[in-house]
């Protein structure tokens, strides 16, 4: 029987169900979201105090399995992927089981990083027939939470929305030093605010970052996802730092950056060497503010570096089964076994 998908994820392009849903449609395959934003919807101002009061729990999260529920009996949904901490509770989960539609989650987020921890997620988790994570780090608390089967798969890209071949580089004399795409994160600051010191020209899109007097004249807002790969190609360097709560090996830009043929100088770490490879060969790495000071002025005292290297990590991810194709085809191989 061909595979009927639907997926519990955000529908807004940037988004890893969005990308799931992308994926499957170019492979053939039947899928639908079914938008985790419902589970929010309400007065604000309540919904602001029950998440806060009943520890990140959605205002709707009842009638939005409810929902689901209902929609996967409507429609003969074969298999049930969500994403993230997913508004799907346990008796959702329960009553699935029952109906005999597997359900899958791709954690794409540390539920025991404190600003998502949520008791009634951790809950859900002996629920699902298997939960797929891009952190090793969470892959031993995943079993001892009581997940029947565990597998690490790393983030990928969206062909769709990330690709752009390194013709597409457009340097020039307004390009920033350095670009970052991310949240002002409180641990993400100092590296940010140590290049503004050091007088390169900075390009931040995302939230927060004029919260901060070192970072905010650089602050340039959130950009719209399918401008992010336009930006990235004209900057002289892309900064890929990951998600220190999240205990994060890599993250999305991990793999988005060099498939938008962006210059990426990247932290150490070592799921970045296993994808990358030693320093130099693809990607320039940094252990510290220092090193990354350091590399940032070589990177952009040799241009012909830039070029070499963009190009490089372009043809490591596009030609190396990193799609969000790749990884779906993954998860239905490894639930089918």
């Known amino acids: 029987m061909a595979e009927k998908l639907l997926i519990v994820g955000y529908s807004s392009s940037e988004h890893v169900g969005s990308h799931f849903c992308d994926a499957a449609r170019t492979l053939g395959i039947e899928a639908n979201i079914y938008d985790a934003q419902m589970a929010f919807r309400g007065p604000?101002?309540?919904a602001a105090v029950y998440w806060r009061l009943a520890h990140h729990r959605p205002l709707r999260l009842r009638q939005y399995g409810q929902g689901l529920v209902q929609q996967c009996k409507e429609t003969g949904v074969t298999l049930v992927i969500s994403t993230g901490i997913a508004p799907i509770a346990s008796q959702t989960l329960i009553e699935l089981k029952r109906m005999g539609t597997p359900v899958i989650n791709y954690l794409t987020d540390d539920p025991w990083n404190p600003h998502h921890f949520a008791p009634w997620f951790l809950k859900t988790l002996p629920y699902y027939d298997m939960v797929f994570s891009p952190r090793r780090a969470n892959l031993e608390d995943l079993r001892r939470s009581g997940t029947k089967r565990v597998s690490f798969l790393p983030f990928a890209y969206n062909p769709e929305l990330h690709a752009l071949s390194p013709q597409g580089r457009e340097e020039n004399g307004n390009s920033p030093d350095v670009i970052f795409v991310g949240g002002a994160d409180k641990d993400r600051v100092p590296f940010l605010g140590?290049?503004?010191?050091a007088g390169f020209h900075l390009q931040l899109h995302g939230g927060?970052?004029?919260?901060y007097s070192e970072t905010r004249q650089y602050a340039c807002g959130h950009l719209p996802p399918a401008a992010v790969k336009d930006a990235i190609a004209k900057a002289k360097i892309a900064l890929c730092l990951v998600r220190r709560a999240n205990r994060d090996g890599h993250c999305m830009r991990t793999f988005e950056i060099p498939a938008m043929s962006g210059c990426m100088l990247a932290e150490n770490t070592e799921e970045h060497r296993e994808i990358f490879g030693?320093?130099?060969?693809?990607?320039?790495?940094?252990?510290?503010?220092?090193?990354?000071?350091?590399?940032?002025r070589w990177l952009v005292d040799h241009p012909e570096e830039r070029h070499r290297l963009a190009v490089a990590a372009h043809?490591?991810?596009t030609r190396g089964g990193h799609t969000y194709g790749d990884r779906l085809l993954q998860m239905l191989r490894q639930v089918s076994h």
């Open 315 to 317: 043809c490591l991810i």
């Open 194 to 197: 140590a290049l503004a010191k």
């Open 208 to 211: 927060y970052w004029d919260r």
């Open 278 to 296: 030693a320093d130099g060969e693809a990607v320039l790495y940094f252990q510290d503010i220092g090193e990354m000071l350091k590399k940032t």
């Open 44 to 46: 604000r101002l309540l």
